[in-house]
T-cell receptor
Framework: GQQLNQSPQSMFIQEGEDVSMNCTSS?????WLWYKQDPGEGPVLLIA?????ELTSNGRLTAQFGITRKDSFLNISASIPSDVGIYFC????????????FGTGTQLKVEL | ETGVTQSPTHLIKTRGQQVTLRCSSQ?????VSWYQQALGQGPQFIFQ???????GRGNFPPRFSGLQFPNYSSELNVNALELDDSALYLC?????????????FGPGTRLLVL
């Protein structure tokens, strides 16, 4: 099945650093979502974006819905050890109802 | 408020067998979606149930089937299991089937097919 292209695949950063990851699609999406998944758990929603150009923050997290509606990025500022995990972008394609299409994931590792 | 729960947490089956996975949706939610997450990949949409009716299906063969009950809990059934069916199966509930409704995920059932 289709998956969104997410990069980077993994990141190993120092505590306190800022992190950026992005997600691209070949088709237009009308919603972009960012989830975090910890080992042994299901994905947890971090940020939801519903309009092209929208920029939304949730604490240290900031995400944007690309103008072309084919991409989105997530920034994490001043990373801390509990930011470790796998981050997934997900989107709802136009005409796709409530079905979510997920990215391939970015694994974040934070060095103390 | 009770979150989404799934059972069992782990399961081992052999090729050709059948399996039933269960999901209890969050209180007040009438829509359940099922996803398959292979190791190292993102979840893939299997299907969604809204008020006991299938409301969308992904690219999965008919041996993947489901049910939703009047209390909005749900089952995923997989017949004639194949080795490639080994994965984490996630269910997610939402308030209704609307396209902007947030989906809340359960912890998943990890299925291993030998």
């Amino acid at each position: 099945g289709q998956q969104l292209n997410q990069s980077p695949q993994s990141m190993f950063i120092q505590e306190g650093e800022d992190v950026s990851m992005n997600c691209t699609s070949s088709s237009i999406f009308n919603t972009w979502l960012w989830y975090k998944q910890d080992p042994g758990e299901g994905p947890v929603l971090l940020i939801a974006l519903y309009k092209a150009g929208e920029l939304t923050s949730n604490g240290r997290l900031t995400a944007q819905f690309g103008i072309t509606r084919k991409d989105s990025f997530l920034n994490i500022s001043a990373s801390i050890p509990s930011d470790v995990g796998i981050y997934f972008c997900a989107g709802r394609p136009t005409g796709g109802g409530n079905k979510l299409t997920f990215g391939t994931g970015t694994q974040l590792k934070v060095e103390l | 408020e009770t979150g989404v729960t799934q059972s069992p947490t782990h399961l081992i089956k052999t090729r050709g067998q059948q399996v039933t996975l269960r999901c209890s949706s969050q209180s007040g939610h009438n829509t359940v979606s099922w996803y398959q997450q292979a190791l190292g990949q993102g979840p893939q949409f299997i299907f969604q149930y809204y008020r006991e009716e299938e409301n969308g299906r992904g690219n999965f063969p008919p041996r993947f089937s489901g049910l939703q009950f009047p209390n909005y809990s749900s089952e995923l059934n997989v017949n004639a299991l194949e080795l490639d069916d080994s994965a984490l199966y996630l269910c997610a509930s939402s308030l209704d089937g609307g396209t902007q409704e947030t989906q809340y995920f359960g912890p998943g059932t990890r299925l291993l097919v030998l």
